[in-house]
């Protein structure tokens, strides 16, 4: 059974820093393509990193230069290290794995229909 808890969310002020975590069970990290995705209230679920198996990321327009994704094959754990946070970063956070890589031919896996396995997700709340 796959199981994918994350954790590290709550509140920042802007400017501020956060570390979400993503705990594996029942996938390996280090095989499969994975992914943080985040969804605003009234707003479609978008990719903001992956990482594929050979440790290449892939980062949305909103995160680059200030969001790095990591994992720790030791503990199957994914991480996203948020910096330099802003309110419109405010969502809730979903940690997905995908079994094929991130990057297919041209394609990239971008869409949340390509994931196949999801979190339960974690609240991030960024005050100005």
């Known amino acids: 059974q796959v199981q994918l808890v994350e954790s590290g969310g709550g509140s920042a002020q802007a400017g501020g820093s956060l570390r979400l975590s993503c705990a594996a069970s029942?996938?390996?990290?280090?095989?499969?393509?994975m992914a943080w995705f985040r969804q605003a209230p009234g707003e479609k679920r978008e990719r903001v990193a992956a990482?594929?198996?050979?440790?290449?990321?892939f980062y949305g327009e909103s995160a680059k230069g200030r969001f790095t994704i990591s994992k720790d094959n030791a503990k199957n754990t994914l991480y996203l290290q948020m910096n330099s946070l802003n309110p419109e970063d405010k969502a809730m956070y979903y940690c997905?794995?995908?079994?094929?890589?991130?990057?297919?031919?041209?394609?990239?896996?971008?869409?949340?229909?390509?994931?196949?396995?999801w979190g339960q997700g974690t609240q991030v709340t960024v005050s100005s």
């Open positions: 997905a794995a995908r079994v094929r890589t991130c990057l297919t031919g041209y394609y990239d896996s971008r869409a949340p229909a390509d994931y196949e396995y």
């Open positions: 029942g996938v390996t990290v280090s095989d499969y393509c």
């Open positions: 990482m594929d198996r050979t440790g290449n990321t």
